[in-house]
């Protein structure tokens, strides 16, 4: 395994439409170890989530995973999620505000509004399909991440641009805040 370099905010890669995978692709030994390897660098940079394209390979595939994250300690477990050609559909017009940072957007967090409730299909890595809603904070991950796949980013996302923070300054100016309104969220979708 090895742990793959990360695109940042300006590399075109991070603007293309990532191609879909072919199922004869998805199983070939060379795209399973590339799963590991976006895995391993998501854990090795402590993302919930990253994208195909943010190290450099269009392709739409996504692995989530959150478990007790020292980046966003206030969001809920996700299991790791290996997400192959993924479809989202929102079920609500409803949004809620998700304080987001991104692994390409190095050193900067933002308000985006993320839909509340949302209907995920796609494939797992050995190709079987995968059905089911997300909701809540767990929804906004989620949308965070196929947004790459479509070529955006969060700042695409954020509309109030005064929410625009280094890390240093969330947690010292909003950190206390987000973690209250988060908690009210989870409270709200259940995650
Ligand atoms: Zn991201």
New binding site residues.
């Given amino acids: 395994m090895a742990i793959l370099k990360i695109a940042t905010l300006g590399h075109p890669v991070l603007r293309k439409v990532a191609r879909p995978v072919t199922l004869e692709e998805l199983r070939s030994s060379e795209t399973q170890r590339f799963i590991d390897d976006l895995v391993e660098t998501m854990f090795d940079a402590n993302g919930a989530g990253i994208a195909a394209n ?1 190290v450099y390979e269009p392709i739409r595939i996504c692995v989530i995973c959150v478990k007790d994250n020292p980046r966003y300690p206030y969001k809920p477990n996700v299991p790791l999620t290996i997400l192959v050609n993924p479809e989202l559909e929102p079920l609500t017009d409803e949004t809620f505000d998700n304080y987001e940072g ?3 957007v190095p050193n900067l967090r933002g308000v985006a509004p993320r839909f509340a409730h949302v209907r995920l299909r796609a494939r797992d890595r050995e190709g079987k399909p995968l059905d089911y809603e997300v909701k809540g904070l767990t929804a906004g991950t989620f949308q ?2 196929l947004d ?1 796949l479509d070529g955006k ?2 700042v695409d996302r954020v509309k109030d641009t005064t929410t625009l923070s280094t890390w240093q300054d969330f947690e010292r100016y909003h950190m206390t805040a987000w973690v209250e309104r988060a908690k009210a969220i989870v409270a709200e979708y259940g995650s």
């Fill in positions: 943010q991104c692994l390409s965070h991440e790459h980013l969060f």
